[in-house]
């Protein structure tokens, strides 16, 4: 049965890509220029140009303002809640729970003092990934933290929230003076140095690579349940590859909680190794 | 089993290359990635976050302090139930010998008026006594002058003779010594 649904899965990847010269999954995957509501139709999205630059207003685009829009209105509304009185109600709770979690759980532990300067860029990016990565997961929308470009950006953000927190605290020369370990022989101190600068760069790469790997690989599998219904060209199929593509998707939403925890607390984490550089 | 689906995605992938594969890297994504999330980042650090962790900050301190008020104000509560309770022995004690105290002294009026009534009344009886024996003595001579005068009289009239009183008194007198002494 595994053997012959991973033929299955396989072939019909193969398949789609040799009918369509690419392949259909990639394209509801990828960014497009379009909002995509098949079978009721598409909307073309305005093409852009700064400087001879593309800047093209995109699916991925799109959802990830929606998913500003909202953040902005939830915690105003939050913001403005706690105005009038100290006593959280109704929605507030459950986002006052984030919030605490994030603070308590991520921030607190990974950077210790001082961790209040850090606490609003964890915070943001943790429910801009959060909103994304739900949105994701809604029919016809696009999930923009599947894409490389922005989990690279974000990515990018926190190296330099990371950079920047590590030379505020530690002076320019005394951070990079300490990336390198006490006790070091004097020999090494090439290979050391090489290593470290190294390092600071695979930490957030792994972090783009990461958010962008798990947000794009449940989506894929999902099309690739469904299709195989197309591929088998038999309505019998169809119980087994719903089936397995709701078990997928119940565990998208898993990992779509579990990824944007991920992002934050590594990027937590990194912050905390870069501030307090002694341990 | 995910080995081979993972090879077929990532032959996919390799296959599409170029500008538009999956992970090349889009450039106008990028830059619209960058603008919202600084954006994002300003107006919710500004608006939403720094209120909020405000407002959680100020909460957190208020249910501590709240909470060491309350401890402070049981612990006090403890010293005035305390205190209460030692008043309150102190005046039932106090009250006691109050109590005792009235008794004795009631008991004390009560022996006195007692003692002070009873030579009262011992003192009338006396009175009564000696005005008694003073009038019987008095009741007594009178009956005695007045037997005596009987007597006289009843003798006078009895002899019809005209004696001299004295020498009559002097007789009678004598007879009643005679019969005194029998």
Redesign the interface.
């Known amino acids: 049965m595994?053997?012959l649904?991973?033929?299955l899965?396989?072939d019909s990847?193969?398949n789609k890509?040799s009918e369509s010269g690419?392949?259909w999954?990639?394209h509801h995957?990828?960014?497009g220029n379009y909002l995509d509501f098949s079978p009721f139709g598409k909307i073309y999205l305005p093409h852009?140009e700064?400087f001879g630059?593309?800047?093209?207003?995109?699916r991925?685009?799109v959802f990830?303002?929606l998913a500003?829009i909202l953040?902005?209105y939830v915690?105003?509304k939050?913001?403005k809640s706690?105005?009038n009185s100290?006593?959280p109600k109704g929605s507030t709770n459950f986002w006052?729970v984030f919030?605490?979690f994030v603070?308590d759980e991520i921030a607190k532990p990974t950077i210790g003092k001082g961790y209040?300067k850090f606490?609003?860029?964890l915070?943001?990016a943790f429910?801009?990934i959060l909103f994304g990565n739900f949105l994701g997961l809604i029919p016809f929308s696009a999930t923009?933290t599947s894409?490389?470009?922005?989990t690279?950006?974000?990515a990018t953000?926190s190296f330099l929230v990371i950079q920047l927190g590590g030379i505020r605290n530690n002076g320019f020369l005394g951070y990079f003076k300490g990336l390198i370990p006490h006790g070091v022989p004097v020999f090494l101190l090439p290979i050391m140095v090489v290593v470290e600068v190294l390092g600071l760069f695979t930490k957030p790469f792994a972090l783009a690579i990461r958010l962008f790997a798990n947000m794009?690989a449940g989506h894929?599998?999902i099309y690739?349940l469904i299709s195989l219904i197309f591929v088998m060209q038999s309505y019998l199929i169809s119980p087994v590859s719903v089936g397995m593509a709701l078990f997928i998707y119940s565990l998208e939403v898993l990992v779509a909680l579990l990824q944007a925890y991920i992002f934050t607390m590594l990027s937590s984490l990194f912050i905390g190794m870069a501030v307090h550089q002694e341990h | 089993m995910i080995a081979k689906i993972y090879f077929a995605v990532i032959s996919i992938i390799a296959s599409e290359g170029g500008g538009s594969g999956l992970l090349s890297v889009d450039g106008g994504l990028a830059f619209w990635t960058t603008l919202t999330f600084l954006i994002l980042l300003f107006i919710l650090g500004k608006f939403a976050w720094k209120p909020i962790l405000t407002a959680l900050k100020q909460r957190e301190e208020a249910i501590k302090e709240s909470l060491a008020q309350a401890e402070l104000a049981k612990e006090e509560a403890k010293k005035i139930l305390a205190e209460n309770q030692a008043s309150l022995a102190k005046a039932e004690e106090e009250s006691k010998k109050i109590i005792e105290q009235s008794r004795a002294y009631a008991e004390n009026l009560k022996q006195q008026i007692i003692n002070e009534s009873k030579a009262q009344a011992q003192k009338l009886i006396d009175d009564a006594s000696a005005e008694i024996e003073r009038k019987k003595l008095a009741a007594f001579d009178e009956l005695k002058n007045q037997v005596a005068q009987i007597a006289v009289d009843a003798a006078s009239k009895i002899l019809k003779e005209n004696l001299d009183a004295e020498k009559n008194k002097q007789l009678v007198e004598k007879y009643i010594k005679e019969i005194s002494k029998n």
């Open positions: 595994d053997s649904a991973t033929h899965i396989v990847l193969k890509q690419g392949s999954i990639l995957v990828m960014d852009l700064l630059f593309d800047i093209s207003i995109t991925h685009v990830m303002w500003a953040l902005t915690f105003i939050v913001a706690y105005q100290l006593v006052e919030i605490v603070r209040e606490l609003p860029y915070l943001t429910f801009f923009f894409n490389i470009a922005v690279a950006t974000l953000m794009t894929i599998v690739a």
